[in-house]
Structures are given as structure tokens and as C-alpha cells.
């Protein structure tokens, strides 16, 4: 064994992922071997004809599970921040072999059996709560995976779950790809008028990077933000913006084109819906969600949008008012919008989103979000030593009264083999076994500007939230004081909550006790001043009607793409046509959104939380959570009345012991109950919003 954990650094499981040994050619020795060690014990205990006990039964499934979900997820991470061609060949080789266990897994009929007798048995009423949770939960998923099909169907579900997990993957490569090969090569300096300083260096410093003169601007976030944000040239916005909205299309290579695999996504879904015999994936994936129904979520959104949507008329038309008699843009188009709504914020709050940029050095920004952690919680964050994938990631440890708590890797800055967006990820769980105790570790994910010209990155307001945002996440598993891994941190909590945490951190990016501590302007090292602090404010809802209906056709239309729109029938393969898809997003649009694209949009073709991501008929819950955080939220404003902070440690604690601390253990409605003493109401999130009428 200690020559395969020396040869193999996927097998060494003692402490953290050795991303300084570990190579492409590992993976598949090292899955297949763990996926077989799984099998075995598998087959041996749906052959014991013993009554199966917790520790019998349960913690070897467990633990067997744990050790293919840690080396798979490094796997998958590597996959994610290092896509390279020998990592995508790697990942994709053994991607339909897992797929396919898994889906054996869900289906065995053996293993279903012994999960019910335990939960049938006697020992079931002396467990504790939380384990009697998790063993509910087995149950359902084993439903939910097909364990109850009749056996001649079993083999074409597995076949839709390994075709799934392929598509999915395929669809987030393409997307990557296609967003690399698109670059906009500026010669001429007049060109570039509007466009902000530090994103001509990191323009000039890619033109350099490839031998060429000039400015290169990529689809990458931090390279087209700022050109459609700031540019004056409006042909190169046109360009850039129809470049991204047709990204992975069939306006580019066809090897690229996402529109084929939506339709068989969309398909298989579909399929495995009926099998299970559900109407509607919809109806799947709210099963193990808060959300009862469809129905009641569409309720919920359609509410939401009546609310909102007077305020996004009325964003527009302001929009469009200043437009025509301030820029001579008397037809608004789609490229104009974020550069308009610059110019506007300008000159109704008399600041500017690079102005504010310039208050937010990197390493302010961390020691700030590090800051309100602290006073929060009680723990502090230390920099740490571990292998990396990266020389730009960086690694920390949490502590608390000296003891650790867990540890959690940080990537913020954007490269052309990491794929877009930001994220937290599991690299491992809080959980007690056999062999001891683990703490959590987390990867936190962004994709913000590297450093220029030798300054410090620094990060728009924007950036900032997100980074809140991904650190909530990152809380939620690091501060469990849950020690069973089905429930622990992120894991067994619905989907439709798992955004609150996350979204509650953004709120403290808005406090002046919080950003008075974490800003330092990059020159002169002034911090930000009170009255532009004040401008901020002033503009913190600026366009938040535009920017709510927005939320709301995404969600509204993955919802209803996934309970209402059905296969063609006389397709070779069943699929759904991507006109189909494409007229259930117009008409959603028309419900809700007071801004329409271009016929040739092609929205959904990058729509990777729904197609390549786990937001398929759940991207609502994006919104549901907001309603949650804010709720949350306003119970720090409550405490803090008065005080000059909302930084309350009491109710911080409160927080922790309620919501962070319990993970999935028991329904997140209970939790959130617990902790604010009743049901959660959208008042607040109107009012953060501004959308209340006097």
C-alpha cells in the first residue's frame, strides 16, 4: 500500500490533495482502482445476510464513498482551473466510467433493500435526528435514481446519467473554448477612448504575451467588462458584445455549438422524468428541494416580477431619455446599455465604478472580507503553506481559540485554461470515522484582474460582492460542526437554500464600518472617502428593477423549459429543437424583461448553470435566497441599531449556531426559523432593493 500511495498521489488520502506530484496519467489508475475497492465492498455487504447496523452498514458505505469523491474531486477542480489538454483527456476518459458507476450505484437494487431495513429496523427510532435524516434521505435517492425500476429498464437510465454527465461536461468545454478563441486586436490608441488605464495594460500586456503590437481584448470578464462598460467606440462594443452573446452558437465553429446539446440535455431529462415516473424533470429536481411544486415557484416569481417589473419600466425609460439627449443614442441598442448606464450613474451620482476601483487594492479587499469574518465568527484566518495547482493560488487555515477549524485555497485571478464565473467547491468535508477526524478544506474560485504593471490587482465594487458572495459558500462548510458527511457543511442542504449564506455576506460590502477598513486607493493609500461612500449608497439601487427582472427571466425561463417544453417526436435521437428553446425564452421575455436582445442572442448556449452545472430547474433559487439573506440580514441591522455597526458578534454567533453550524442536518426552513424566531418574508429584500412604493 505504501508503494501505491507513493506512486499515486490521488491514493493518499492522509492529508491535503498533492497538486505539487499529481499528473493526468495518475487519474485513471487511481479512480478505477478506488471504484473497484467500492464494488467489492459493495457486493460484500448486500451479500451479508446479517441484519445491516449503522456501524456495520453505513460508515464502511460512507467511508468507501469519501475516498472516490475526494480523489474524483480533485479530478474534476483541475479540470475546472487547468484545463489544458491533458487534464481535459484525462478528465473526459474516465468521466463516462464514474458516470456509470454512479448510476449502478443509485440502481442497485440489493443495496436499496439494505438501506430499507435499516431504516424499517428497530435501531432506526435510537438513532439520533440527524442520522434518521440522512437515512431518509438515502431513501429518496435511491428512488430518485431509479433503484425501483424494473430491470429492463435500468440499463437505459444509467446509459441517460452517464450521456448527461458527458453532455455536461462537453457544454462547459465549449463554452471555454469558444470564449478563447474570440479576441478584439485594437492598433490605433484613438481606439480605445474611455477605456480605463489599468485595462489597456492588461490589453497591451496580452498583445505582448502573443508577439503582437497593439491591445488585445478577450471575452474573458475582466478584458470585456471594461469595453462595455467605458469604451466610447461603439463599432467595438457592437463587436465584442454580438461575439459574446454568440459564443458556443451556431454563428461559430460547429465543433463548439451548444444548440445540439441542449436539445439532448433537455431530451434525456425529459426521459428520466417519465421513468420515474414524474411529469416533468421540474417536478424531479424540486423533490428534494423546499419548493413543493412548479407551480408554487412559478407563483413565487411571477409575484416577484409584478413587483418589479413597474421599476424596470422605469429604469429603461430613464435609461433611454438620458441616452438620446446626453449621448446622441436615440436607438438604445443592447451594446449601448452598460456604457449608457455608466454615463448615467456618472452624471446622477457623480461617480464612476472605476473610480471606485481604485479604493480596492487586493490585498485591503482580503484583509477587509478576512476583518468581518473575525468579528463575526470569533476565528481568525492565517496564511498557510500547501501544494498548489497554481503559483497565484493561495492557501489558508481558520482557526478558533487556536484550534483549527478548516482551511480553503484561494484562485482569484482569471487565465485562459480556468472556465469563467466563480465558485466554492468541497476539496474535503468535517466528518469522524474510523480513522479519526478530518477538518474541511474549500477551494474559493474567482476570475477577477490579475496584478499590472507591477500594482496590485484591484477589484470593482462588483468584484467585491463576489467575493463575499464566495466566501459565504466557502463558511458554510467550513464553520459545520457537523461530523456526518452526508449532512456536513454544503452537503444535504436543499438547493433552493444553499444561497443564503452566500448572499448574506454581500450585505456587509454595502456597511461603511466594513469598507472604511478593507480600502486603500492603489496611489496614494488614502482610504475611501465618506463622500463618495455616500454617492454609493445613493446609487446602490440604481437599475435594480432592470436587475431584478433580469434574474427573473432567467429563472422563470429554466423553470419552464424544463416542465413545459417537450422532445420533437420524429427526430432520429430525441432532442429539442433549439428554435423550440429559443421561443419559450422570447416569450417568457415578454412577461417579464423590459429589455430584448437581438433575434440572434443566444443566451441559453452559455446558460451553464442550468446545462452544465447542478441549476437545472433551480436557478430560482438564486432568488428564493436572496429573499432569505436579506431576511437574515435584518436581523444584524435590528441588533446593530444605533451602534454604528452591524457587525454584532452576538448575533453572528446566533448565525453560526443556526444556520452555518448545522449544514444539511435538519430542513432549512427549521434553520432558518431558528434563527430569526418566525417564516421568512420578502419585505426586506424589496426594501434592500429599493423597490417600495412611499
Request: aromatic residues 10%; contains cysteine.
Amino acid at each position: 500500500m505504501e508503494d501505491t500511495l507513493a506512486t499515486n498521489p490521488l491514493l493518499d488520502f492522509s492529508g491535503l490533495p498533492r497538486f505539487a506530484d499529481v499528473r493526468p496519467e495518475h487519474v485513471a489508475p487511481a479512480v478505477r482502482s478506488l471504484l473497484e475497492d467500492y464494488r467489492t465492498l459493495i457486493d460484500q455487504l448486500t451479500r451479508d445476510a446479517a441484519q445491516p447496523t449503522w456501524d456495520s452498514f453505513i460508515v464502511p458505505m460512507t467511508e468507501a464513498g469519501e475516498r472516490v469523491g475526494r480523489a474524483w474531486g480533485v479530478v474534476g477542480h483541475l479540470h475546472s482551473v487547468m484545463d489544458l489538454p491533458e487534464w481535459r483527456e484525462a478528465y473526459n476518459a474516465m468521466l463516462p466510467e464514474v458516470s456509470r458507476f454512479y448510476a449502478e450505484l443509485g440502481q442497485n437494487l440489493a443495496l436499496f433493500h439494505k438501506y430499507k431495513a435499516l431504516h424499517d429496523s428497530p435501531e432506526y427510532a435510537t438513532l439520533s435526528p440527524v442520522r434518521q435524516r440522512i437515512l431518509d434521505h438515502e431513501v429518496r435517492d435511491f428512488r430518485l435514481s431509479g433503484a425501483e425500476l424494473p430491470d429492463a429498464l435500468k440499463p437505459r437510465f444509467q446509459a441517460i446519467q452517464e450521456a448527461l454527465s458527458q453532455l455536461g461536461a462537453k457544454f462547459s468545454e465549449n463554452l471555454l473554448d469558444a470564449t478563447n478563441a474570440h479576441a478584439e486586436w485594437i492598433e490605433a490608441e484613438a481606439d480605445l477612448s474611455g477605456i480605463p488605464d489599468d485595462a489597456r495594460s492588461a490589453a497591451r500586456a496580452a498583445a505582448e504575451k502573443d508577439g503582437k503590437p497593439g491591445w488585445k481584448f478577450t471575452l474573458q470578464m475582466p478584458s470585456y467588462l471594461p469595453v462595455m462598460q467605458y469604451a466610447d467606440n461603439r463599432a467595438l462594443r457592437e463587436r465584442m458584445y454580438r461575439a459574446y452573446a454568440t459564443r458556443a452558437s451556431e454563428f461559430g465553429k460547429a465543433e463548439w455549438d451548444n444548440g445540439p446539446l441542449i436539445g439532448r440535455i433537455l431530451a434525456l431529462r425529459q426521459e428520466e422524468s417519465r421513468m420515474l415516473g414524474y411529469r416533468s424533470f421540474a417536478e424531479v429536481s424540486l423533490v428534494p428541494k423546499m419548493a413543493d411544486s412548479p407551480e408554487q415557484v412559478l407563483g413565487f416569481l411571477r409575484e416577484l416580477a409584478a413587483k418589479a417589473k413597474p421599476f424596470a419600466v422605469r429604469d429603461l425609460e430613464e435609461l433611454r431619455a438620458f441616452a438620446a439627449a446626453e449621448l446622441g443614442l436615440d436607438d438604445l441598442q443592447p451594446w449601448d446599455v452598460s456604457y449608457a448606464a455608466e454615463k448615467l450613474r456618472q452624471a446622477r451620482y457623480d461617480y464612476s465604478d472605476q473610480e471606485v476601483k481604485q479604493y480596492f487594492p487586493e490585498p485591503k479587499v482580503l484583509d477587509g472580507l478576512f476583518g468581518v469574518i473575525r468579528a463575526l465568527y470569533g476565528v481568525d484566518i492565517l496564511p498557510d503553506e500547501a501544494p498548489r495547482w497554481d503559483p497565484d493560488t493561495r492557501f489558508y487555515r481558520i482557526e478558533k481559540n487556536g484550534d483549527l477549524v478548516g482551511h480553503f485555497y484561494l484562485d482569484l485571478h482569471a487565465r485562459e485554461t480556468k472556465r469563467g464565473g466563480a465558485w466554492m467547491d468541497s476539496a474535503r468535508s468535517r466528518y469522524r470515522g474510523t480513522q479519526g477526524s478530518t477538518t474541511p478544506v474549500a477551494y474559493l474560485v474567482c476570475n477577477f484582474p490579475g496584478p499590472v504593471d507591477g500594482k496590485p490587482a484591484t477589484f470593482s465594487h462588483d468584484d467585491v460582492l463576489t467575493l463575499f458572495h464566495e466566501a459565504g459558500h466557502g463558511l458554510h462548510h467550513l464553520l459545520t460542526r457537523i461530523e456526518e458527511l452526508a449532512v456536513s457543511g454544503i452537503h444535504g442542504v436543499e438547493w433552493d437554500a444553499v444561497e443564503l449564506p452566500s448572499q448574506f455576506m454581500e450585505n456587509f460590502c454595502w456597511e461603511w464600518d466594513v469598507l472604511c477598513g478593507m480600502t486603500a486607493h492603489v496611489d496614494t493609500g488614502e482610504p475611501l472617502p465618506r463622500s463618495l461612500y455616500d454617492k454609493m449608497i445613493a446609487a446602490k439601487n440604481f437599475q435594480s428593477g432592470m436587475q431584478t427582472v433580469r434574474q427573473l427571466e432567467f429563472s422563470m425561463f429554466d423553470l419552464r423549459l424544463h416542465d413545459e417544453v417537450q422532445p420533437d417526436s420524429n427526430a432520429a435521437e430525441a432532442s429539442v429543437a433549439i428554435d423550440k428553446v429559443m421561443g419559450l425564452l422570447d416569450e417568457v421575455r415578454q412577461e417579464v424583461a423590459v429589455l430584448i436582445p437581438p433575434a440572434w442572442h443566444r443566451f441559453p448556449n452559455s446558460f451553464s448553470h442550468i446545462f452544465a452545472g447542478g441549476y437545472a430547474a433551480g436557478y430560482y433559487s438564486y432568488k428564493w435566497a436572496e429573499v432569505l439573506s436579506a431576511d437574515a440580514f435584518e436581523a444584524f441591522e435590528e441588533a446593530g441599531a444605533g451602534k454604528g455597526s452591524l457587525l454584532d458578534a452576538e448575533t453572528g454567533a446566533r448565525f453560526w449556531r443556526e444556520i452555518l453550524a448545522v449544514g444539511g442536518s435538519r430542513p432549512a426552513l427549521e434553520s432558518f426559523k431558528a434563527f430569526r424566531g418566525r417564516e421568512p418574508r420578502v419585505d426586506a429584500l424589496l426594501r434592500h432593493n429599493g423597490m417600495v412604493t412611499a
